[in-house]
């Protein structure tokens, strides 16, 4: 990908964005959640998604500036005896001098459609208590009663730790058919230490 037009909304496999695309990724990150250290403009390129996590990305860029990203993150689950697949949202930005201007509600909603598209069972994330209701609006009610940990491993991050709301929809039959699995339980993504969604 050399030249990006004006305004174009990009879904890429994250693995398959150009080593620009990654570092415009990093440096969106950096700027929306500042870190001690910015990250290079030279040499490796951070990564911003496990591998593991096979990562698509959805972005749109004008004039060659990135402006808004949301990721989608897959990975299997074990919960009430149950092996799900699942996609969450992640990672959604846009550049502070772009902001209200509908960007996130475009990436947000072709990471939705992603995710509807996929073959998960369920759609699951966290987002700050002040964002609830965007995504409620873009068809990611909350789940009341419902923690989130990374994993069942001392230090692990949780919703509850973090003050952070859990987002959940049932999308198969599959997860239907446990639908009472995902009421006033606590979930864990079985992820390595200091990873969440």
Not at 68 to 73: G, K, R
Not at 96 to 120: D, F, H, M, W
Request: hydrophobic fraction near 40%; charge should be negative.
């Amino acid at each position: 990908m050399s030249t990006i037009t004006s305004d174009l909304l990009s879904i890429l496999p994250y693995q398959q964005t150009s080593e620009q695309v990654r570092r415009d990724i990093a440096l969106l990150m950096h700027q929306v959640w500042p870190e001690p250290s910015p990250p290079s403009m030279e040499g490796l390129v951070p990564e911003e998604h496990d591998p593991a996590l096979d990562a698509f990305s959805c972005f749109i860029y004008r004039d060659n500036r990135l402006l808004s990203y949301a990721a989608v993150l897959h990975l299997t689950l074990t919960h009430a005896g149950q092996t799900f697949r699942m996609a969450a949202l992640s990672c959604v930005a846009t550049d502070p001098a772009y902001q209200r201007q509908g960007l996130s509600r475009l990436v947000v909603n072709a990471a939705t459609r992603c995710i509807e598209n996929s073959q998960s069972d369920i759609g699951l994330f966290t987002c700050d208590p002040s964002l609830a209701l965007f995504y409620a609006k873009a068809g990611w009610p909350a789940a009341l009663g419902v923690e989130l940990i990374g994993s069942q491993d001392v230090g692990a991050l949780s919703s509850k730790e973090l003050g952070k709301v859990v987002v959940l929809r049932l999308l198969s039959q599959h997860a239907h058919g446990h639908a009472t699995a995902f009421t006033n339980t606590c979930i864990s993504l079985g992820l390595p230490l200091g990873q969440f969604v």
